[in-house]
T-cell receptor, first 111, second 112 residues
Framework: DVKVTQSSRYLVKRTGEKVFLECVQD?????MFWYRQDPGLGLRLIYF???????EKGDIPEGYSVSREKKERFSLILESASTNQTSMYLC??????????FGPGTRLTVT | LAKTTQPISMDSYEGQEVNITCSHN???????ITWYQQFPSQGPRFIIQ???TKVTNEVASLFIPADRKSSTLSLPRVSLSDTAVYYC?????????????FGTGTKLQVIP
C-alpha cells in the first residue's frame, strides 16, 4: 500500500517562527500536494509539485513556500508563522492517475 | 476549473442505503469523477472513481448519467462507521489532475 508520512501529527509554534512541515511518499509519485483544512472551508490547495524542483501555486499560497529537492519529499515552509495559519495541514501524492493518497495530517497551532 | 456542488450534510439510519449526489455541470470530456471519504483527524481516502455509467467496488457504487453533469455515490446498508465527510472531485478541466480542488464535501451522519 502507498504510504504518505508527515513529520508531526501535532505542532505548536510561536508567531514569527519559521516552520517546516515535511512529507515523504514511498511510491515514486510525480505529483505531490499541500492542502490546509479549516472547519467549513473544506480542503484548500496551497502548493503542488509535479517534479523535483518544480512547483506551482495553488489557491492560497500567500504566506507559504515549498521545497522539493528529492522526488519522495515535499516540504511546506511557513517563513514567519501567524495565528491565521493555525490549521490542519495535509500532504498528498498522486501518479498521473487521479487517485490521490493523503498523509495523516499535521495539526499546527500558532500562538 | 470544473466546480462541484454537493449537499452540506445528510443524516441516515443504520442499515439504510445512502445516495449522495454531486453536480459538475462544467465537467470536461477527459475528466474522471472521483469520490473520497474523510474521518475526523485523518486525511481523505479514495473510495471510487468512474467516467460514465456505473462502477461498483466493495465499498460503494457510482452512478453517472449519460450527460455526466452529475454523479451519485451510493453506500449500501450504512453503519455507524460510515459517518464521515464525502468529497466529490473532477479533474481541472484540461484532462489533467494537477490542480484538483476539493469542495467542502457532504457530512454524513449515521444514526443508530
Amino acid at each position: 500500500d502507498v504510504k504518505v508520512t508527515q513529520s508531526s501529527r501535532y505542532l505548536v509554534k510561536r508567531t514569527g517562527e519559521k516552520v517546516f512541515l515535511e512529507c515523504v511518499q514511498d511510491m515514486d509519485h510525480e505529483n505531490m500536494f499541500w492542502y490546509r483544512q479549516d472547519p467549513g472551508l473544506g480542503l484548500r490547495l496551497i502548493y503542488f509539485s509535479y517534479d523535483v524542483k518544480m512547483k506551482e501555486k495553488g489557491d492560497i499560497p500567500e504566506g507559504y513556500s515549498v521545497s522539493r529537492e528529492k522526488k519522495e519529499r515535499f516540504s511546506l515552509i511557513l517563513e514567519s508563522a501567524s495565528t491565521n495559519q493555525t490549521s490542519m495541514y495535509l500532504c498528498a501524492s498522486r501518479e498521473r492517475h487521479p487517485k490521490t493518497y493523503f498523509g495523516p495530517g499535521t495539526r499546527l497551532t500558532v500562538t | 476549473l470544473a466546480k462541484t456542488t454537493q449537499p452540506i450534510s445528510m443524516d441516515s439510519y443504520e442499515g439504510q442505503e445512502v445516495n449522495i449526489t454531486c453536480s459538475h455541470n462544467n465537467i470536461a470530456t477527459n475528466d474522471y469523477i472521483t469520490w473520497y471519504q474523510q474521518f475526523p483527524s485523518q486525511g481523505p481516502r479514495f473510495i471510487i472513481q468512474g467516467y460514465k455509467t456505473k462502477v461498483t467496488n466493495e465499498v460503494a457504487s457510482l452512478f453517472i448519467p449519460a450527460d455526466r453533469k452529475s454523479s451519485t455515490l451510493s453506500l449500501p446498508r450504512v453503519s455507524l462507521s460510515d459517518t464521515a465527510v464525502y468529497y466529490c472531485l473532477v479533474g481541472d478541466g484540461s484532462g489533467g489532475y494537477q490542480k484538483v480542488t476539493f469542495g467542502t464535501g457532504t457530512k454524513l451522519q449515521v444514526i443508530p
